[in-house]
């Protein structure tokens, strides 16, 4: 089950981290005037089988099946489905699902929507204004909190920023997954432009034939507070890119002396990010071309031909040599290159391992098959059992 609880307030309320309280598995937040919009995900399996749908007939040839299914109930308020859901879903997710359940009596809509090919049901109800379901108050305060740990609570506090472009909506704030994040994080991202290179990302790396892959991301910087000073504002922000490591190749701890490969440790090296400003010429001016620049060597062939780049110089850290009785200050080398270095935990091999891990794995893959198949027997039995069941209630009528 996934949940996603996202508050929209008015920039200029300009509303302060340190009313998020982050905690290990709840997140309170407090005087916080925002719209709000609680996105509930749920799986088939974790919702009740009770109601049929209708599927819609498949008109276009370029569809073999539709997706779609279409339920109706006439529904004169939210009090029956209210008590529905306290009745039937709420007993095994605790008090907190009851009060979810209770606040939307003040919501202004709830959508429903069940998709067919991931077999999940999407509940949305959204509050223009803080409401308990039963009075409405000038602000939110409430704690947030996750029902288990196979839940997922994801929270936004964001609100409108200036667009670069005017067909555009940005937004930005504060983003915080309960239980994994120890305190509000804001990423600053708008969008990934471009991926090329090894897009596979559960190929290891000695399964990989190119060298790597790049992305090309538009950040989104945040604008200075208007209660802020220009000597306030330090001009320093964040940008959180979360990426993926590929399965390095494992060591043979019996034919290596190294301390990091007894450990079970590879060291990896991820180069610094390119970060520049692309300016785009108007229309109808005139933009000078260099004969002798060289182009299209990466991600400036990307853009197109009237783009000027503005490069951002990284501050490296200096690293101090000692030669003799001379100090020498290096740019490159180690602590003054522009990679950063990750230890990386690896799969040991040698001493018999492989042993191990072989049988692990053909036992684990056993247990699987088994229980996918005890899965499949069991759901064509209780659908005969069904039929067989309709069949002798429409018979005894």
Excluded at 59 to 68: C, Y
Excluded at 86 to 104: D, F, M, T, V, Y
Excluded at 259 to 278: H, L, M, R, Y
Excluded at 317 to 327: A, C, F, R
Aim: aromatic share 8%.
């Amino acid at each position: 089950m996934r949940e996603r609880i996202t508050y929209i307030h008015n920039p200029e309320d300009d509303y302060e981290p340190k009313n998020i309280q982050v905690q290990q598995d709840s997140l309170g937040i407090k005087a916080l005037k925002a719209a709000k919009e609680d996105r509930l995900t749920a799986g088939v399996h974790e919702v009740p089988q009770e109601e049929s749908f209708i599927k819609l007939p498949v008109l276009s040839e370029r569809f073999a099946t539709s997706a779609s299914f279409q339920y109706y109930q006439s529904l004169l308020g939210l009090e029956d489905l209210i008590t529905y859901i306290s009745q039937k879903i709420c007993p095994s997710l605790g008090e907190q699902c009851h009060r979810k359940a209770s606040s939307l009596r003040g919501a202004n809509y709830v959508d429903l929507d069940f998709d067919t090919i991931s077999q999940a049901l999407d509940v949305r109800a959204f509050y223009s204004r803080p409401t308990d379901g039963i009075s409405a108050s000038e602000s939110w305060t409430e704690q947030i909190t996750r029902p288990n740990k196979d839940s997922r609570v994801e929270v936004g506090i964001l609100a409108t920023e200036k667009s670069t472009e005017p067909e555009s909506l940005t937004f930005g704030g504060f983003l915080t997954v309960i239980g994994e994040d120890a305190k509000p994080t804001s990423k600053n991202l708008r969008s990934i432009r471009a991926v090329y290179g090894e897009t596979d990302l559960e190929a290891p790396v000695y399964a990989t034939k190119k060298w790597g892959s790049a992305m090309l991301i538009e950040l989104a910087p945040p604008l200075p507070s208007p209660r802020s000073s220009a000597k306030q504002d330090s001009g320093i922000w964040h940008a959180d890119i979360p990426l993926h490591l590929r399965y390095l190749p494992p060591i043979n701890i019996t034919s290596s002396s190294s301390s990091e490969d007894k450990q079970g440790i590879s060291p990896a090296e991820v180069p610094w990010p390119v970060v520049f400003w692309a300016c785009t010429a108007e229309e109808g001016t005139k933009m000078n071309v260099n004969p002798f620049d060289r182009v299209s060597l990466g991600y400036d062939g990307l853009f197109g031909p009237r783009t000027m780049f503005y490069h951002f110089k990284p501050r490296i850290p200096p690293m101090i040599k000692v030669v003799g009785e001379m100090d020498m200050e290096m740019g490159l080398g180690r602590g003054g290159e522009l990679v950063e270095r990750i230890d990386v935990p690896v799969l040991m091999i040698g001493e018999g391992r492989e042993w191990w891990i072989e049988m692990g794995t053909v036992l684990v893959v056993v247990a699987g098959f088994l229980w996918i198949t005890w899965k499949v027997v069991g759901s064509v039995m209780l659908g005969d059992k069904k039929t067989a069941d309709r069949n002798g209630e429409k018979k005894s009528q």
